[in-house]
């Protein structure tokens, strides 16, 4: 035998009390006829206190004029969808919520009353706010960023002129100095005028290093397929043309979509750094490798040189930072620093490991280019 069917009003009210919704109803005028079980927990007050009491309780001074204006719409048999605005507690504290009032209506189709629906949207609004601030910040921080690149404009600026100049100058007299003079000058004076020559040449260095440096943070990268491989093998053409001494292996490379001149200065700079730092009385042996992993090309440069202390590791990416005495290995210690700074400028980073050679294994992360189409392999055929 089945069941009897429910009523429908008691049905109704059923779905009322379970809805997740604060469903309130009030008569014309304004006291609070009904309230479930989700208003009790919205507004933390009980069915019981809160029959009887006015419906204005619930509204704020701030937006009581707009509800009372919504109100007066319903009561004339609009419906009055969803709208965001602000409720107050009988504890006194506000919620944002979001509302839809209702008209209804007696067996003679006049309005006796309102019902309102209220979703508590605090958590919304509070996402809404926190995203306005981090916007906020977010627009302050970029005014910051253009106003250092404009200030690091203007530094490289005065560093290739107002710097060079008269660094050249100093050094041109100085060389004068020891040309005329040297005769007359003992042997102190001559070492002195030599220190001058070497500060002032390690001061230039210095300044064409540092405006390398600027230029990859000023220059906004031209997305291009860069093949890989062959900037790597011509890199090592023009350091063997340099020191015959080196044994370069350039494996398989994925190609990279960056700006070539930036993916040539980090592999110039990793191999010739491997180079340098070879052992003594060996000949350098650096191996350039590389892998797709995530949509990025990880480059690995390994040596079979004297390696870097584990504690070392992460200042070697730092501008101007040295392991060693000058007279050791020569540089400026700038090199790696524009690795960093052009991997990290498409979302990448750079770091050091020990190699399977015994010596040190640079890796930097670039963007991989897309895979190549069939129309990209017949025009590299033709």
Request: charged fraction near 25%; glycine fraction near 6%; aromatic fraction near 6%.
């Amino acid at each position: 035998m089945s069941a009897p069917p429910v009523p429908a009003p008691l049905l109704l009210g059923q779905i009322v009390e379970v809805s997740a919704d604060a469903i309130f109803s009030e008569d014309l005028t304004g006291v609070i006829t009904s309230w479930n079980a989700a208003a009790e927990r919205i507004y933390g007050c009980s069915r019981t206190v809160m029959l009887g009491r006015s419906a204005q309780d619930l509204l704020p001074a701030e937006t009581t004029r707009q509800l009372q204006a919504v109100h007066a719409l319903a009561l004339t048999g609009e419906r009055v969808e969803r709208f965001d605005t602000w409720h107050r507690r009988p504890d006194g504290r506000r919620i944002a919520v979001s509302l839809t009032v209702s008209p209804l209506r007696g067996s003679d189709g006049l309005v006796v009353g309102l019902a309102t629906s209220v979703q508590d949207v605090s958590d919304r609004v509070q996402l809404t706010a926190e995203l306005a601030t981090l916007r906020r910040t977010q627009e302050r921080a970029n005014v910051a960023l253009a106003r250092s690149n404009r200030d690091l404009e203007q530094f490289a600026y005065v560093a290739s002129h107002d710097l060079s100049e008269p660094l050249r100058a100093m050094a041109g007299f100085v060389q004068v100095l020891e040309k005329r003079y040297s005769p007359v000058l003992d042997e102190r004076g001559l070492r002195y005028i030599a220190h001058v020559v070497d500060g002032a040449a390690r001061m230039r260095a210095l300044i064409d290093d540092l405006l390398e440096y600027s230029r990859y943070l000023l220059v906004e990268p031209a997305e291009s397929r860069v093949d890989t491989a062959a900037t790597a093998r011509q890199v090592v053409t023009a350091l063997v043309a340099a020191d015959a001494d080196v044994d370069v292996e350039v494996g398989a490379l994925p190609d990279v979509s960056y700006d070539e001149a930036s993916v040539r200065a980090v592999l110039s700079n990793l191999i010739s750094n491997a180079v340098k730092f070879h052992r003594p009385d060996t000949v350098a042996h650096v191996e350039v490798t590389g892998r797709l992993e995530d949509g990025r090309v990880l480059l690995y440069v390994d040596d079979d040189g004297i390696g870097i202390d584990d504690d070392y590791r992460e200042r070697v990416f730092t501008m101007f930072t040295r392991l060693h005495v000058r007279e050791a290995y020569s540089g400026t210690g700038i090199g790696l620093a524009i690795v960093q700074q052009v991997a990290e400028r498409s979302d990448g980073a750079a770091w050091v490991e020990t190699s399977h050679l015994g010596g040190s294994r640079f890796c930097v992360s670039l963007p991989a280019a897309d895979p190549p189409t069939a129309g990209d392999a017949q025009e590299a055929t033709r």
